[in-house]
Each structure stands twice: as structure tokens, then as C-alpha cells.
T-cell receptor, first 114, second 110 residues
């Protein structure tokens, strides 16, 4: 149990385009999901907390207009990187909060912006 | 400000050579300490949650312990497949998100 999927696993796009990443909890419902960003050999940096049916809560320094988060159902949250630029290239990971407040992570999405 | 510090940054062991990873924390109100394993290019895999000082949990060759200031992840007789980055994270009062340490990169050589 407690499986979280992400799609796509890898995406390469041109500068200026928008990219949508999906995060799904496959066998449990999650009212709260989280989006992280990870640079090579560094730890996870929380970007935002995604709440089902309400607006996401963004961490300080994260542009909400650039990283659009939608949590439309209890099993799906999406992160859209708008007008992507090379500096947005990174490994994006989502997690879903379980019954006992543990977080189960997705496999991550490698974004490369050319 | 809540802080989580992991040591060492990197650890190289011979197969069968037991050791411990450390996670020290300074937080306002601990609601849980979590250990994860992360393989390169993948998301973190949940290992343990510890809630109170004195608590211990085991899974195969791994054992996690917790005191009021730190947690240890003991690895007994490690195998090469235990090679990964081990992440420690805390959840504190009033905050749903986890705060992560920088991780320990473990390499177990055959």
C-alpha cells in the first residue's frame, strides 16, 4: 500500500513553454500533498503544500504564479511550471500525507529546460 | 528556527561492517522524526517514524532510535544493496510539512 505515482518521469522542453506534472496517490486518499524540488547531491526543498479543494500554501521565495498547483481531488495534485527557463531544470518530487502523518513520495520528475 | 543536521555527509563501509548514521535536531515541538532511503534519480522511500524519546524500530538490517536531541540509524552487517542516501526529517507542532536534513550518502563495498 501507500503508493504514489508521478507523471511524466522525465520531460525536456524548450524555454518559454509550460510543463504539467501529475502526482497521484494510487491506493489511499490524501487531503494534503507536498511538492519538493531537489538539486544534485542536495536535500529536498519544500516548494508548496497542496490542499484538496483549496489554494496551495507556498514557501517563502517560491513564485506562486510560476509554479501553479492544483489539488482537484483526494488522489491527484498537479504542478505546472509556467514559462519554464533553464534555471527551472531540476528534479521535482511530490509526496502524499498518509493516515498517521507520514509522507509517501513519488518517484520524481526530471525536468530539463533547453 | 527548526534545524536538522545529519552526519556524516558520506560514509563508506565494507560489506558486513556495522555503523550508525546520526540525525540531530533542534525544533520547537517534535511531532515525529522520519527516516527515508533515497536511491539516485528516485523519490525517497519511507523507512521509519519515531515519535518519542526511547522509541526504537527495526526493519531487516536497519534499526532507528530516538532521544530528545538526536536519532540514530544503525546498520548491522550492511550489504552493497544498502548503498543509498539516507534522509532524516522532522515534523513539528503547527506545521504539516517535513523539514529534511541534508542526508548521509552511504556506500557499501563488497
Amino acid at each position: 500500500g501507500a503508493v504514489v505515482s508521478q507523471h511524466p518521469s522525465r520531460v525536456i522542453c524548450k524555454s518559454g513553454t509550460s510543463v504539467k506534472i501529475e502526482c497521484r496517490s494510487l491506493d489511499f486518499q490524501a487531503t494534503t500533498m507536498f511538492w519538493y524540488r531537489q538539486f544534485p547531491k542536495q536535500s529536498l526543498m519544500l516548494m508548496a503544500t497542496s490542499n484538496e479543494g483549496s489554494k496551495a500554501t507556498y514557501e517563502q521565495g517560491v513564485e506562486k504564479d510560476k509554479f501553479l498547483i492544483n489539488h482537484a481531488s483526494l488522489t491527484l495534485s498537479t504542478l505546472t511550471v509556467t514559462s519554464a527557463h533553464p534555471e527551472d531544470s531540476s528534479f521535482y518530487i511530490c509526496s502524499a500525507q498518509g493516515t498517521y502523518n507520514e509522507q509517501f513520495f513519488g518517484p520524481g520528475t526530471r525536468l530539463t529546460v533547453l | 528556527e527548526d534545524q536538522v543536521t545529519q552526519s556524516p555527509e558520506a560514509l563508506r563501509l565494507q560489506e558486513g561492517e556495522s555503523s550508525s548514521l546520526n540525525c540531530s535536531y533542534t525544533v520547537s515541538g517534535l511531532r515525529g522524526l522520519f527516516w527515508y532511503r533515497q536511491d539516485p534519480g528516485k523519490g525517497p522511500e519511507f523507512l521509519f517514524t519515531l515519535y518519542s524519546a526511547g522509541e526504537e524500530k527495526e526493519k531487516e538490517r536497519l534499526k532507528a532510535t530516538l532521544t530528545k536531541k538526536e536519532s540514530f540509524l544503525h546498520i548491522t552487517a550492511p550489504k552493497p544493496e544498502d548503498s543509498a542516501t539516507y534522509l532524516c526529517a522532522v515534523r513539528v507542532t503547527g506545521r504539516r510539512a517535513l523539514t529534511f536534513g541534508s542526508g548521509t550518502r552511504l556506500q557499501v563495498q563488497p
